[in-house]
């Protein structure tokens, strides 16, 4: 389940999200969080169920992938409450709370109890 975004986080944030339309509807997005100088957080990774043949959801995690390469960073985090099985099954490793930055480790939401998983880049 994504995390509940107001329009104004949306509005502040939005050069951190990457959008695939098609005839002006969202097939789907993902945003890209650097952490610190080495290492960035995936967030907010959603596809349209309906459009799942094309893949919409690894094409924008490649895209992040590719992104996070540009930025010279080495490590992708993704915290999930359901889609462990899909990113490890992508290469990224279970990882621990211990292993986030500090300043991600801080905003962790115990509450939520979401999977860590990490990917070298």
Known sequence: MLLQR????LEAEINHF??????GRILGSA???PL???CAELAALTADQASSEHNI???LLRHIEE???AKSLQTLFVLTTQASDW???????MSSIKELPENRQALYNLQRNSLILKKEL
């Open 6 to 9: 107001s329009r104004d986080k």
């Open 18 to 23: 990457y959008v695939i339309e098609q005839d």
């Open 31 to 33: 945003a890209l969080y």
């Open 36 to 38: 610190d100088d080495q």
């Open 57 to 59: 959801g690894t094409k």
């Open 67 to 69: 992104r996070a390469r």
């Open 87 to 93: 990113f490890k099954e992508r290469g990224f490793v």
